[in-house]
């Protein structure tokens, strides 16, 4: 099974920065591309970081994506942490049979 | 502006079927692969299924394999899934998205499968 694991929780004070991580059970994560979702309490999931490092017209551009392919994981980093940054966060990739796998989940809490 | 407006959720008993459908506006559904996406109260995001925009691959989560069957009418710019021998553990909201590129989502539809 194609796994992408997330750290349950980070916390950071605004104007930090925070970064998440999301690491492939197996495979090579570079082999296909990662999207980042933001999901807030009660809100549909909404797209982050595509293809990536990709960002939505929208998106500001203190979120930024990259993959490190020695670790087998991609991050999303939020640099000048907002308190509407506070959210969960996602990743998602596709699996050998190119079917979608989402990553376990990282809540963003602003102190 | 893109909107994807899901609809067919609500109350059934464990054994029963229920028909989600997926409406999109300002996007021709037809030019793109669509998923179904569930999240299960308190739980992270789970992907369902996908089809692809022709309809020529479609692939199921195994968790629903089986009982679960997407399909799509272009012509109404529409995506489906019924769902069969609804379980106890299907309880979710189901969302449709667009995984690729920019990646829509509709705001969801809850289904609750409870006797």
């Known amino acids: 099974n194609f796994i992408l694991t997330q750290p349950h929780s980070v916390s950071e004070s605004p104007g930090k920065t925070v970064t998440i991580s999301c690491t492939a059970s197996s495979g090579r994560i570079a082999s296909k591309f990662v999207q980042w979702y933001q999901q807030r309490p009660g809100s549909a999931p909404t797209t982050v970081i595509y293809?990536?490092?990709?960002?939505p017209s929208g998106v500001p551009d203190r979120f930024s994506g990259s993959i490190d392919s020695s670790s087998n994981s991609a991050s999303l980093t939020i640099s000048g942490l907002e308190t509407q940054d506070e959210a969960d966060y996602y990743c998602q990739s596709y699996d050998s049979s190119d079917q979608g796998v989402f990553g376990t989940g990282t809540k963003v809490t602003v102190l | 502006e893109v909107q994807l407006v899901e609809s067919g959720g609500g109350l059934v008993q464990p054994g029963g079927s229920l028909r989600l459908s997926c409406v999109a506006s300002g996007l021709t559904l037809s030019n793109y692969n669509m998923n179904w996406v569930r999240q299960a109260p308190g739980k992270g995001l789970e992907w369902v299924s996908y089809?692809?925009?022709?309809?020529?691959?479609?692939y199921y989560a195994d968790s629903v394999k089986g009982r679960f069957t997407i399909s799509r009418d272009n012509a109404k710019n529409s995506l489906y899934l019924q769902m069969n021998s609804l379980r106890d553990e299907d309880t979710a909201v189901y969302y449709c998205a667009r995984l690729t590129g920019v990646g829509y989502w509709g705001q969801g539809t809850l289904v609750t499968v409870s006797s």
């Open positions: 293809e990536d490092n990709q960002r």
């Open positions: 089809i692809s925009s022709s309809s020529s691959t479609i």
